[in-house]
């Protein structure tokens, strides 16, 4: 597994996995948890849900659902109408776009190398078999709603690995995408005096991933303070009073 790529074959996933694909012309990721046989477990939303940012991001993420409008798949059933926890085919999942798969008990440097967000965490996973037991069990109780932001594929990818959830919800969202979107490692930069230092545009994209890694840093599961370990029958009776 290189340092800049998680690109992994199908016949290398072990049920269990945490997989992603990338969407949109790489800005964003679709995530979901192997299960074995070709099926993955994935938070989706529906096609005409709401994201509630009424950003572009609502229209970037529309690109997550794994069916287009009007088919139906006739391996795994899945429909445009499906949405919230579902079960696909690999294909479906996949869209046509390459597999990955995300990392777990990565180092710290290898951590910061990591340029991009939704690729790796320092968080260690926990056994493969309560993965997909997290996942299959929230296939029959929710995960809650879909929010871009707040509650997303990769949340919920990562909480089936981990059992660890963000307790505060307002501070700068749980997953690498949420950092990605946020933009606030670039106008960390473009507001301090280091932007006086870049002689050119290059300069100024080297220290953006920089501060960039390290806001990711601050963010990941693996390091933050406001989580708890959760089990999934316990977050499942309490999805019901989440907000909607
Ligand atoms: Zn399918």
């Known amino acids: ?14 049920p269990g996995d945490h997989i992603y694909s990338w969407r949109t012309a790489y800005m964003y990721a679709h995530h979901g948890i192997y299960i074995g046989d070709g099926k993955v477990i994935h938070f989706t939303r529906g096609q005409n849900q709401e994201l509630g940012t009424g950003t572009i991001f609502d229209a970037l993420a529309s690109s997550l659902h794994p069916r287009p409008m009007g088919t139906t798949c006739q391996i795994c059933g899945i429909d445009p109408d499906s949405w ?8 479906c999942f996949l869209f046509n776009c390459p597999l990955y798969r995300f990392e777990y ?14 690729m790796c ?8 078999e309560l993965v997909t037991h997290r996942a299959n069990y929230l296939l029959n109780h929710g995960f809650g709603s879909y ?42 930069v473009v507001s301090t005096p280091l932007r006086f230092l870049m002689a050119n545009p ?22 933050r303070s406001d989580v708890a370990k959760v089990e999934v029958e316990d977050l ?8 909607t």
Not at 84 to 91: A, E, R
Not at 105 to 118: C, E, P
Request: hydrophobic fraction near 45%; glycine fraction near 12%; charged fraction near 15%.
């Open 105 to 118: 008990s990565t180092d710290i440097a290898t951590f910061i190398a990591k340029a991009r967000g939704g």
């Open 202 to 223: 290059w300069g100024l994209v080297a220290v953006t991933v920089g501060v960039y890694s390290v806001s990711r840093f601050a963010a990941d599961i693996g390091v």
């Open 147 to 188: 929010h871009i932001f707040h509650n997303n594929c990769e949340d919920f990818a990562i909480y089936c690995k981990t059992g660890l959830l963000v307790i505060e919800r307002n501070g700068i969202g749980r997953s690498g995408q949420a950092i990605t979107f946020l933009g606030a490692p670039f106008s960390a």
């Open 1 to 14: 597994m290189g340092l800049f790529s998680n690109r992994v074959k199908r016949e290398a996933l072990q």
């Open 236 to 243: 499942a009776a309490n999805l019901t009073g989440r907000r």
């Open 121 to 128: 965490t320092i968080a260690k996973t926990d056994s493969l």
């Open 84 to 91: 919230g926890v579902v079960q696909s085919c690999l294909d």
